[in-house]
Every structure is written in structure tokens, then in C-alpha cells.
């Protein structure tokens, strides 16, 4: 069991889109995928399953015994309610709560793919004791990539060996690339390691969004750039993703080496990356 998190301190950078689209091209593709939606808002759970309530995160908080639920052949997720938001979830919380579902859902699930609220707070951190590696969707702008160092500096002990991708979403520009390339240089490590395709704004992405379709499913714009784009970069996480067991300190099964950026230091003047 593969356990990704779509993750992100900064509001509205596309986590949820992206975590959508990745459990949807990963069910597509043949690998059995759990969707987790752990934000309280469930913005994910909306896009499946539209208003309607359906058990999920807080009841498996209260400790019922409930099932995700089936999306597709291969896609089950696990919806949440806004009584989450005031769960305090313990270190282990959030593993303990996937191997739970995992181990009532008779075949494990090959991929989880988690997104998680945009906060700092006993969820996050749960989130980021509980997955292999994380995707941090960003605008590449200064306070988002001041977000993105905030976050990993929960997890002081460990964080520095959890695989860490990039994705530029929505308005970034090429200054936010530069910034984030000078950073991740300056501590010795090679951006294209950590960069993966940019996505851009486009109209039919949020269109597909508001009809509950990923952008290569939804009919009324067919929008050849949006679906490459969303295609080339979860491809490209995908043939970069750790392998499992690999969160431990030592290279991905490609050779990157893990994310350890924020180790303390300055990174430029403005200080966005320290
Ligand atoms: N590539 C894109 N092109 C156009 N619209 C997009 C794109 N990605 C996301 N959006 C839209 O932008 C808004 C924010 O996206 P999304 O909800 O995925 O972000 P988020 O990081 O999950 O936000 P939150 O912090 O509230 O959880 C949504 O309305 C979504 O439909
Ligand atoms: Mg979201």
C-alpha cells in the first residue's frame, strides 16, 4: 500500500483537483486506489459524491466500523464531514485510521491517495506521520513557498527523508521557479528532482471539476492542453514515486534523493524559503 498525501499550508493552490485526478488516472490505469479526503471542508467528498452526507472520516473517528465508499472498479474513497474539524488527531491518528480502513475492505488498496487540508495543525502533521511521500501543489509564489517550508518544519525528525514533488499550479511564473530552482540549489539539491510538470489555469479544469469528471472525461471543452498537462504531470509523479518502504532515509527507487530543504539557513533575501 502506497500512501501519497496532496499537500499544502497554502489555500487554493489545486490540491483537491489534483488529488481527484490522480485517484481517478490511477483507478483507470488498473491499481486499486483509496481516496482519502481528510479536510474538514471536503471539497473532495463534494466532487464524488455531491452534497449528500455519506459516512466516512468522523465516523471511523467514533469508531464505528464503516466501509468507503465505491466509486469504481477499482476506486473506493473515504468521505469526510465538517465535524472533523474538531478532531485532534494523535501522532499515529491518521495510519492508524488507514490500516483500520484498509483492513476492512477485504483486498488492500495498491494506492491511498490523501487530500488534506490547507492548515497547519494535529491533522496535517498525522498526515504527514502517515504517507510515503507528498505532493505539494504550489503557486510558486513567496508566502505559498514560505507555506511549504512551514509545513515540513512539523515533522522535524523525519520530514528531511520524506519524498517530497512539486507541482506549479494555477499563475505561477517563471520568477517562482527560479526562486523555488535557487532554493532547492542551494542546498545541493537538483530541481528536476522535485519539479514536476507545471498545470495551468484553465477554464475546462474547473468546468470538470464543478460536473464531478476528471478534465479527460468531461465533454463540453475537451481541452486537449488541460488533459496533457494533468496526464504529464501525475505520470511523471508516478514513475517517480518511492517505492514502498522507501521512506527511510535513503534514495527513491529513481535515484532522487529525498526532500530535505528548510534544514535551517538562509535561502534569499526576501526569506521566504528559510
Ligand atoms: N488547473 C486549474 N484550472 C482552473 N481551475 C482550477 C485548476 N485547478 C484548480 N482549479 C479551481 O481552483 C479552485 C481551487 O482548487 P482546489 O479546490 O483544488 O484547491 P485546494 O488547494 O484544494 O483548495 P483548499 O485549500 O480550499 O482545499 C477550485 O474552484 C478549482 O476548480
Ligand atoms: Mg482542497
Known amino acids: ?36 479526503d481528510m479536510d474538514p471542508q471536503g471539497s473532495l467528498s463534494f466532487v464524488f459524491f455531491g452534497a449528500s452526507r455519506k459516512a466516512g472520516v468522523w465516523e471511523k473517528h467514533l469508531g464505528q466500523k464503516i466501509s468507503p465508499v465505491k466509486v469504481g472498479d477499482n476506486l473506493d474513497v473515504l468521505p469526510t464531514s465538517v465535524e472533523t474539524a474538531n478532531i485532534q488527531w494523535s501522532e499515529n491518528g491518521v495510519a492508524e485510521m488507514l490500516a ?9 488498496p495498491e494506492w491511498v491517495v490523501i487530500d488534506s487540508p490547507s492548515s497547519i495543525s494535529t491533522g496535517t502533521k498525522s498526515i504527514l506521520n502517515a ?24 515533522k522535524p525528525s523525519s520530514w528531511k527523508v520524506l519524498p517530497m514533488r512539486i507541482v506549479p499550479t494555477q499563475r505561477n511564473t517563471h520568477e517562482g521557479q527560479e526562486q523555488l530552482a535557487a ?12 519539479l514536476l510538470p507545471h498545470i495551468s489555469r484553465r477554464v475546462a479544469v474547473d468546468y470538470a471539476m464543478s460536473v464531478g469528471k476528471p478534465v479527460w472525461d468531461e465533454t463540453r471543452y475537451k481541452d486537449k492542453q488541460a488533459i496533457d498537462e494533468f496526464k504529464n504531470a501525475i505520470t511523471a ?4 514515486a518511492p517505492a514502498v518502504g522507501a521512506n527511510n532515509g535513503e ?14 539557513g538562509q535561502i534569499n533575501q526576501a526569506g521566504a524559503m528559510q
Open 1 to 36: 500500500m502506497r500512501k501519497i498525501a496532496i499537500i499544502s499550508s497554502k489555500g487554493g493552490v489545486g490540491k483537491t483537483t489534483f488529488s481527484f485526478h490522480v485517484c481517478h488516472f490511477l483507478a483507470r490505469s488498473g491499481k486499486r486506489v483509496l481516496g482519502v
Open 100 to 108: 483500520s480502513v484498509a483492513g476492512e475492505m477485504g483486498a488492500e
Open 131 to 154: 504517507v510515503d511521500s507528498i505532493v505539494v501543489p504550489s503557486d510558486l509564489t513567496t508566502l505559498s513557498l514560505r507555506g511549504m517550508v512551514q509545513l515540513l518544519k512539523l
Open 183 to 194: 532554493a532547492l540549489r542551494g542546498r545541493n539539491l537538483e530541481p528536476a528532482d522535485y
Open 237 to 240: 509523479l508516478l514513475e517517480r
Open 251 to 264: 534514495k527513491t527507487e529513481t535515484g532522487a534523493h529525498p526532500a530535505h530543504m528548510a534544514t535551517g
